[in-house]
């Protein structure tokens, strides 16, 4: 369904719903001279980030739980982040946030007798468990996977990888063939990381970080960092600098116009790829390419959460709140996959049932879960790690990339700097 017709449709049953419970509320009131048997009204706040969907997707949502809870007003504040003010009752966080805050967000343990806690998977809730406390419950639950636009292969005359090898054998046949300007993949620093240790996770069986220890040594990353060295000269991508662009990859002339013929990028992102290319016919969700035989390698994790501040004043409401958008029809119809494919099993239910699931996005989710082994270090997505353009992957992997530094190097710098962050994380 048209994303924007399905919001003009959830627009639409807000409104009627509103009348509707309108209507009822007034003939429950108390007659006079009868004591009120409604409850105090209560003021919450809420905060989320995100593109304009998401904000119509939740402005939405909000005005469909007052309509239905009328004592309940939430006023919403839009673009929280973790640099931001983060005073709000009912907070959209990174699934980092509560390890790295725990004080700030209320134990949803406390609150199980309202949030039906067993829609959820048991992995999403324990990544949003700090020592014992569940501070957070997982919105959706995401992952990378390989995107291809089999229009340019064909191009090339090949079909989209599979392997290994037939993606070394891709990069050659896209320069023989189609040119210089052409490459079967294409990603930020970000995502060449990620990239980078599911291969050394495939081909050695270990995880990439456990109880906040780094499982590689610098000659272990170095293997990865020739991986990645082995696909830029096999012309399978160009070089960070080669591609160094405004935006994301998606925005870029070279992917809307079939260049750029792969990623590896989120699940949730699968539409967004599709919808963005000149001629999305071709598209297609790939297999997870198993780059060794000891292990499945790559790894899930939540991709967004909600959490309830310390410092509410009405937790119980903010608990209904959280318990109608995630997994009440109601809600959930109308949330669709604006924060990703609901984890909620009652929740992606009714996002199904009122046609507002994507089915590549499904596809590229299952893909994904059923392939990967290892769970994400919180600490792998610090921003100082995993920033770009200024993050430690960034900065040691373009320079890698552009001869700056050797792969011993670069894999010093890496070992070097994670560790550093994993033992101030441990401090902490």
């Excluded at 982040?81 to 699934?95: F, I, P």
């Excluded at 067993?118 to 639950?141: H, I, K, N, R, Y």
């Excluded at 290319?277 to 198993?290: M, P, R, T, W």
Aim: some cysteine; glycine content about 8%; charged content about 15%.
């Amino acid at each position: 369904m048209n994303q924007t017709i399905a919001n003009a449709a959830a627009l639409a049953l807000v409104g009627a719903l509103a009348l509707q419970l309108a209507a009822c509320g007034t003939a429950q009131q108390s007659a006079p001279g009868q004591a009120s048997t409604q409850p105090e009204p209560v003021t919450l706040t809420m905060s989320w980030w995100g593109d304009d969907a998401r904000t119509e997707t939740y402005q939405q949502a909000i005005q469909a739980f007052e309509a239905k809870l009328q004592y309940i007003t939430v006023e919403t504040i839009y673009g929280t982040t973790a640099d931001e003010d983060q005073t709000a009752d009912v907070m959209q966080v990174d699934w980092t946030w509560p390890g790295q805050n725990a004080d700030q967000f209320v134990d949803l343990n406390e609150y199980s007798d309202v949030i039906d806690l067993e829609q959820f998977s048991q992995s999403a809730l324990d990544a949003c468990t700090v020592d014992g406390a569940l501070l957070a419950v997982p919105m959706s639950v995401t992952g990378r996977i390989f995107y291809w636009n089999t229009c340019t292969f064909e191009q090339a005359g090949i079909d989209a990888p599979k392997t290994y090898e037939e993606l070394l054998t891709a990069g050659n046949t896209f320069r023989e063939v189609l040119g210089e300007e052409y490459y079967p993949l294409a990603m930020d620093a970000a995502a060449r990381m990620n990239l980078m240790v599911s291969y050394l996770e495939s081909t050695t069986g270990k995880a990439w970080v456990v109880d906040r220890q780094l499982q590689y040594s610098a000659d272990e990353i170095k293997t990865g960092l020739e991986f990645l060295q082995a696909l830029e000269e096999n012309h399978v991508m160009p070089t960070l600098a080669a591609q160094q662009t405004n935006g994301t990859l998606d925005q870029t002339p070279m992917w809307q116009n079939g260049q750029y013929a792969g990623t590896f990028a989120w699940d949730a992102d699968a539409e967004t790829y599709r919808s963005a290319l000149k001629n999305a016919s071709g598209f297609l969700v790939g297999d997870e390419i198993a780059f060794g035989g000891q292990a499945n390698g790559g790894f899930s994790k939540v991709y967004l959460a909600l959490a309830i501040n310390s410092s509410c004043q009405h937790p119980k409401e903010a608990a209904i709140l959280v318990n109608f958008l995630l997994n009440e029809d109601m809600g959930a119809s109308i949330m669709g996959t604006a924060c990703g494919l609901p984890d909620s099993v009652t929740g992606r239910a009714a996002a199904t049932a009122a046609g507002l699931v994507n089915p590549l996005v499904v596809e590229a989710n299952n893909r994904m879960m059923a392939f990967v082994d290892f769970p994400l270090d919180p600490t792998f997505e610090s921003p100082a790690l995993a920033a770009v353009p200024d993050g430690l992957y960034a900065a040691v992997l373009t320079a890698c990339s552009n001869g700056e530094l050797t792969t011993t190097q670069a894999a010093e710098q890496l070992a070097e700097g994670i560790t550093a962050m994993l033992d101030r994380t441990v401090a902490e």
